[in-house]
């Protein structure tokens, strides 16, 4: 599912208010860059990420995406989805939620199951850890690559 472009929009907006609380530089190039990646729940990959920018962007370069994206995430403007033998993925969602993560595939999904946003982290053994979140990634086989199979 994509994400409705009301949300696209107030994501981007927020984006840029935060930019300038920030004192980081709102040049149409980042917002761009954000925009590809608030448009979207597919969690692209920063070259996925500059296959699209390309076409209106031309002179871009992969390391400025790179570069870009790293920058948003050290300023926790975007999240870093780590997944299996793969390059980072990137997420504009900043909501809690988990992922589900097909193997085959590479695929990431948003998942929200309740039952996983109180689990009783106080209970296990992290003496004098403070847990500020924890985001959980189930690893499996999508719907598409089981249909294949079968
Ligand atoms: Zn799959
Ligand atoms: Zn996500």
Redesign the pocket.
Known sequence: MKPENTMVENRISSFISQCKDLGIKVTPQRVAIYRELANT?Q?PSAESIYQKIRNYYPNISLTTIYRTLETFEKLGLV?V?NILYNAARY?A?LEP???LVCVACKK????YDNSLMNLDISKSNLANYKVLGY?IQLNGICRDCRKKKS
């Open positions: 729940d969690h999240s989805v997420d969602n939620h988990h992922h990431v999904e948003d998942y985001t």
